[in-house]
């Protein structure tokens, strides 16, 4: 037979049919966890990097040349998945960041928690710079590649001096313009410099 006069028989009863924490508990509060969907995260960061590095692009390339040129599709597969890893660690960060400032406001304010709190704030900082180089990185080599085209892309067109004798050439970029440029002006210096010498003579 129970002895229900007993104090400590009626403090572990309380104790096991009390579920609400008092107020005034020095014992932290139990919240729900919501864990993070990592498939769906890892599926919207890389959406969102294909989206920017498109956009990005497009700014500077026509579609045409993305599609033909074997390069510039692999380099740009590469970049995505480079800003695709990049996101998706922020995300993370941002959800261990909010998870771990909840779990402080519940109660567990031991200093430990504070440093650890600190260290994730500083490491999704150092995931944003490195997401912000990543973009400027893509950026310039972007800007390179279409000077790098502009220049050195393959063209034909007719010389005009060979236009008056009836002929064509064809020119392979504007290094080979310049070539061929000079070469005309050193040989017009070299006739002129013949013509003087026959009138000297020729007086």
Not at 7 to 34: C, G, K, M, Y
Not at 160 to 175: D, Q
Request: aromatic content about 4%; hydrophobic content about 35%; overall charge negative.
């Amino acid at each position: 037979m129970k002895d229900e006069n007993n104090p400590i028989r009626r403090s572990l009863d309380d104790l096991l049919n009390d579920d609400d924490t008092p107020q005034d508990s020095p014992l932290p509060a139990f919240r729900e966890h919501v864990p993070l969907d990592y498939v769906g995260a890892k599926s919207k960061s890389l959406n969102q990097a294909k989206k920017l590095m498109k956009s990005l692009l497009g700014f500077y390339l026509t579609e045409e040349l993305i599609n033909k040129n074997e390069y510039i599709a692999l380099k740009a597969k590469t970049d995505i998945m480079t800003m695709s890893n990049l996101i998706f660690q922020m995300q993370i960060a941002e959800h261990a960041i909010t998870t771990l400032a909840r779990t402080i406001d519940s109660g567990e304010i031991s200093p430990r928690m504070f440093e650890v709190l600190g260290g994730l704030q500083k490491t999704m900082l150092d995931i944003m710079k490195h997401q912000t180089l990543h973009m400027m990185a893509s950026e310039e080599n972007l800007k390179k590649l279409k000077r790098d085209i502009d220049i050195y892309s393959d063209y034909t067109e007719e010389s005009p001096k060979n236009l008056n004798v009836g002929s064509s050439t064809t020119i392979r970029g504007t290094r080979n313009l310049m070539k061929d440029i000079q070469s005309e002006i050193e040989a017009e210096d070299i006739e002129s410099t013949d013509f003087d010498s026959t009138d000297q003579t020729e007086l």
